[in-house]
């Protein structure tokens, strides 16, 4: 795993069993950004900088901790846990939001994928976008109950989100 020391944003992540890099760096926004928009003016926004510190180190994972803050944002703490002995990697992205009215608060994560395949857990359901849905249906955004699976056939990862439940592929 690679981070960009000013921003805190995840640059790289190679898997060096499949020799393959997961994040996509062509992307308009980086991996594991915060990015603000505002609904009147569509300005889009990202935190200024960050401060990154080393956090838990310990026999099943390691962390690293940014700190800093961001726009709409008193506060923002994101820790990212990398585990020893097995292919997991956990984000934990809190918040102190500000009254700002009319902002839209994301946290990307631009994959590399040539030709992406989604599945998801809905509500009593496993959708796969599009072809599982009615024509005509919102294809913007999704509520998911535990977990997206993305792949190209080459390789795939599962995601998933403890309080983010609003997902956009």
Known sequence: MEVEAETGVVTSLFDKELEREWVDGEAGCGFNQLIMRDARTGEVAGPPSSVLQRGEQGPVYSSLVVRGEGPGC??????????????????ANRLLKDASSL???YFAFPYAFTTPRFRFEASNSTIAPVRDQL???????????????????????????????????
């Open 103 to 105: 902002q839209e608060l």
């Open 135 to 169: 024509p005509g249906s919102s294809t913007d955004a999704y509520a998911v109950q535990h977990w997206v699976e993305i792949t190209d056939g080459t390789g795939g990862i599962t995601w998933s989100s403890l309080e983010a439940p609003v997902v956009a592929l």
């Open 74 to 91: 008193a506060q923002r703490t994101q820790e990212i846990m990398l585990y020893h002995d097995i292919k997991r990697i956990e984000f």
